[in-house]
């Protein structure tokens, strides 16, 4: 069953509760129908017997109708051949007559009319205290319904005899059949359609999944441009929505990662070809006697290896912060610490106007190496962009539940269309400049990464020729 397809599985499981809610009320329909043919006719034999009974009752009372002297009171062989006669005038062309006296002995059956079973002497006995059925009988191939009356010489009196009468099913069992077919066709009719359209139905209603898994299909043999839409009921629609934002993102984030290794490689590439190809020289004996030219092609491949090892510990933080690696993270006087930093930092600084500007009490749960981190690259980064003489400015100040961290520089600034740009993987506003300045590109998406990580943000804004300012937000500790 949990393998069947669900478009079979819905409509199966609909039509099943279905066939047993009609089936029930079709059996219910059939049983109380039933029990009312039966019901009338034997009210019909009722009615008709009465009248009949009491004119012979009457018609063999000397003092009348119901007179004083009624057959209970007369002589016994008279009153027999009273009541013999009495299924007679019962009995007609469709109907069956028979009398039985209390004690189940039988005092005359008609023989015109239908044949009756004799009933067992249990039900003669129960019909003098008022059971008087309908009772069926099926034993021969046409069954036959018949009913018992007490008969009474008055209505008080003790039971004189019982008459039997009875009418053949068959009319009753026709109506019966006729009423069975139309339910079962009815029915079988009903689950049809039903099952026909919820097939239809279920199937369109299913198909956007069809969709997703033909999609699923195509982006497992790596194809993420596919896309399922938003189309179909609500439920199916959403998960289309959900599917393909997801692939979205998987299809972004692959395309970062392939640009991604592929800057990598390419950063990598340059400094190697610089200490292959200072490596060759020195080997073909450039600079053999010749010390100056030696030192220059040492001092390259330093400066090569500085490089490689800055980039690859950039890559490796990166790294680690992308993979969310816990951070060491702790309550922290961040007042202390950015004094700290400007402190160590400020002799880099001597050919600036540098402005510390730090509030009291700042505290938040950072981890305080990444913090640090964060705060020297943003001064390194004003330190190389702005002239001598000019401004450079570290300040911080409590805003609201967070901390404001400002760097501001008078500098030569970011271009507009650059700005956005900054905190990209391996971009460089000036590439050539600050490739020869030693940056990889990999600072501020560092930085902003470190920011992220503590729930924090990295934004930046830029008048190009005038400046800039790098604002981290970080959530403050309460006092
Ligand atoms: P890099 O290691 O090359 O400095 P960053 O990620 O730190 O890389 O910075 C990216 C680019 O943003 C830099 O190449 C530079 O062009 C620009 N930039 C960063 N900080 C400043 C600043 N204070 N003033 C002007 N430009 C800046």
């Known amino acids: 069953m949990n393998r069947l397809p669900l478009r079979w599985l819905i409509p199966v499981l609909y039509g099943a509760i279905l066939l047993a809610v009609l089936g029930g009320g079709g059996a219910l329909l059939y049983a109380q129908q039933q029990r009312f043919l039966y019901d009338d006719t034997a009210a019909r034999l009722r009615d008709q017997a009465r009248p009949i009974i009491d004119r012979r009752l009457a018609a063999d009372s000397p003092g009348g109708p119901r007179g004083g002297q009624g057959p209970g009171n007369r002589d016994p062989l008279r009153q027999r051949d009273s009541l013999a006669a009495l299924a007679d005038d019962l009995a007609s062309r469709d109907i069956g007559a028979a009398l039985y006296a209390p004690d189940a002995t039988v005092i005359a059956t008609s023989t015109r009319g239908l044949a009756l079973p004799t009933p067992n002497a249990l039900a003669l006995a129960s019909a003098s205290r008022g059971v008087e059925g309908p009772f069926v009988s099926r034993d021969a191939a046409d069954g036959q319904m018949w009913v018992l009356i007490p008969v009474r010489g008055q209505p008080n009196e003790p039971v004189i005899a019982i008459a039997q009468l009875g009418a053949d099913l068959a009319p009753i069992d026709s109506a019966l059949r006729t009423l069975a077919i139309t339910l079962l066709l009815g029915i079988g009719g009903v689950l049809v359609v039903v099952t026909a359209l919820g097939v239809t139905a279920t199937r369109r209603a299913l198909r956007p999944l069809e969709r997703v898994i033909a999609a699923s299909r195509h982006i497992a043999a790596g194809d993420l441009s596919q896309r399922v839409g938003s189309e179909g009921p609500a439920e199916i629609a959403e998960l289309g929505g959900a599917f393909d934002s997801m692939v ?54 330093d400066v090569e290896v500085a490089r490689l090892t800055r980039l690859t510990n950039d890559l490796l933080t990166l790294g680690s912060l992308d ?157």
């Open 323 to 479: 993979a969310h690696s816990a951070l060491a993270l702790k309550p922290v006087d961040m007042s202390a610490l950015l004094r700290g930093v400007a402190e160590t930092y400020q002799p880099a600084l001597a050919e600036h106007a540098f402005a510390l500007d730090i509030a009291d009490g700042l505290r938040a749960r950072v981890d305080e190496d990444r913090l640090r981190q964060v705060i020297v690259n943003l001064l390194d980064n004003a330190r190389k962009h702005t002239p001598a003489g000019k401004g450079i400015a570290l300040r911080a100040q409590a805003e609201g539940d967070q901390i404001r961290i400002e760097v501001d520089d008078e500098g030569v600034g970011i271009a507009p269309e650059a700005l956005p740009h900054v905190f990209d993987r391996f971009y460089r506003a000036d590439d050539a400049r600050a490739r020869i300045q030693g940056g990889s590109g990999l600072g501020l998406a560092i930085a902003r990464a470190i920011a992220e990580a503590h729930h924090g943000t990295l934004t930046a804004t830029s008048v190009l020729g005038e400046g800039s300012a790098f604002v981290l937000r970080l959530p403050r500790l309460a006092d």
């Open 248 to 301: 979205a993102q998987l299809d972004t984030s692959f395309a970062a990662q392939k640009r991604f290794v592929a800057d990598a490689a390419h950063e990598l590439r340059t400094p190697l070809t610089v200490l292959s190809g200072s490596i060759d020289l020195l080997r073909m004996g450039v600079a053999a006697g010749d010390e100056a030219t030696a030192d220059r092609l040492l001092g390259n491949l």
